[in-house]
């Protein structure tokens, strides 16, 4: 089955700890993106990443760092300098073919305790 | 700058009663595209449509239609015969002509269908 996958479906980190968030897609897609979305918000973008090896900020990339080593993994780490790192991430790969769309993982919920 | 703006917080409706879904959008660009999403309780977001702003036609797919407005920016959404599993979030989007393809969401309108 082709799709994306994150995981995991829901974190609780510390405070003041990092943690890395994962995204895998085999849709064979070069462009992936990281977004958040808080309550009654709508998503904004972290960073994204056109190919592999290269990536940029998105509206929103303080206190996130990503990597893009290989074109089915685009991991997402949130450091300890977010400030308000409590959300629901959602990351999504985009096919620029025939729909020429970003389609979305499950996303993962993460709880800072 | 982009934006897109979902007037509708919140609507509730009874099963099979038609609902429109409202978003205006804000963009410089004479090229881009508008998208729907769908966001269900369990948190992914479900692809819905994507239009160019060269192709103002409607669209429709089964229950649902898009009316796409130019002279109003707008591209509204209708759920004909509502049914309790339209029940979600429905997310309007806009993506500029630009290779980045970044998309801008509006905040979302909770739609809740009731038996």
């Known amino acids: 089955d082709g799709g994306i996958t994150q995981s995991p479906k829901y974190l609780f980190r510390k405070e003041g700890q990092n943690v890395t968030l994962s995204c895998e897609q085999n849709?064979?897609?070069?462009?992936m993106y990281w977004y958040r979305q808080d309550p009654g918000q709508g998503l904004r973008l972290i960073y994204y990443?056109?190919?592999?090896?290269?990536?940029q900020k998105g509206d929103i990339a303080e206190g996130y760092s990503v990597s893009r080593e290989k074109k089915e993994s685009f991991p997402l780490t949130v450091t300890s300098a977010q400030k308000n790192p409590t959300a629901f991430y959602l990351c999504a790969s985009r096919d620029r073919g025939r729909t020429d769309t970003q389609y979305f993982g499950p996303g993962t919920r993460l709880t800072v305790l | 700058a982009q934006k897109v703006t979902q007037a509708q917080t919140e609507i509730s409706v009874v099963e099979k009663e038609d609902v429109t879904l409202d978003c205006v959008y804000e963009t410089r660009d004479t090229t881009y595209y508008l998208f729907w999403y769908k966001q269900p309780p369990s948190g992914e977001l479900v692809f819905l449509i994507r239009r160019n702003s060269f192709d103002e036609q409607n669209e429709i797919s089964g229950r649902y239609s898009w009316n796409f407005q130019k002279s109003t920016s707008s591209f509204n959404f209708t759920i004909t015969a509502s049914q309790v599993v339209d029940s979600a979030v429905y997310f309007c989007?806009?993506?500029?002509?630009?290779?980045?393809?970044?998309?801008?969401f509006g905040k979302g309108t909770l739609l809740t269908v009731n038996p």
């Open positions: 990443s056109q190919i592999v090896n290269d990536f």
């Open positions: 989007a806009l993506s500029g002509g630009g290779s980045n393809y970044k998309l801008t």
């Open positions: 849709l064979n897609h070069d462009a």
